[in-house]
């Protein structure tokens, strides 16, 4: 299964039924991210995610520009993709140039499909707990079995919970039992096909 940030196993806690207002919200923001994605829109996807995600990305782009194999084979699944996707489509230069502002420019260089299939998702049933909720991931009017999103509010907002979604992922991707170089070959659609000995040396 191609493991994305938006893989979830079965949640862990009881959920309370999501009040109408919260549910409007999260649907909103969902929506919002996708056409921020498809409009390429940078300022919008940020806005969308959690805190977390400007930090995440910067560190992931120091990572990219800065660590050698052994340094990337220390760091886990989530950070060793992104920082490679960055030396996928992104020479020294622009690796030290990059600003957060250009991030719409990463999402349609790393993954040309993306937008088309934002396009067929919505959202199924959406659970709330407390400041955070899950939902259910809807593609092509079918449920996703074990594949949801998960928000969280911040300072009053509904937003993407980015963090939360990538300690999913990487559990999903610690079910696998495969080496980091080995799951680096398999995904290597979102590197541009460029999964090659090359991409895990320093940017020049």
């Known amino acids: 299964m191609k493991i994305t940030k938006f893989i979830l196993p079965a949640l862990l806690f009881v959920a309370t039924p999501v009040l109408a207002g919260d549910k409007e919200d999260i649907i909103k923001v969902h929506k919002e991210y996708k056409d921020a994605v498809i409009s390429q829109d940078s300022e919008m996807i940020i806005k969308t995610q959690s805190k977390a995600y ?51 420019d990463v999402f349609a260089k790393s993954d040309a499909n993306m937008a088309e299939v934002l396009q067929k998702q919505t959202l199924g049933e959406i659970e709330l707990n407390g400041e955070k909720a ?34 999913i992922a990487l559990e999903a991707m610690g079910d696998q039992d495969y080496t980091a170089e080995q799951y680096v070959q398999m995904m290597k659609f ?14 020049k």
């Open 134 to 167: 899950t939902a259910a991931l809807i593609m092509d009017g079918n449920a996703i079995p074990g594949i949801n999103l998960n928000f969280i509010e911040e300072n009053g907002e509904w937003v993407i919970d980015v963090q939360a979604s990538m300690d």
């Open 54 to 104: 400007p930090e995440m990305i910067e560190k992931n782009r120091k990572l990219a520009l800065t660590a050698s194999k052994e340094e990337l084979l220390k760091k886990n699944m989530f950070e060793i993709m992104t920082a490679l996707k960055f030396r996928a489509i992104m020479n020294k230069k622009e690796l030290e140039e990059f600003d957060i502002a250009q991030l719409s």
């Open 190 to 203: 979102q590197l541009k096909d460029k999964a090659t000995d090359a991409l895990w040396e320093l940017p």
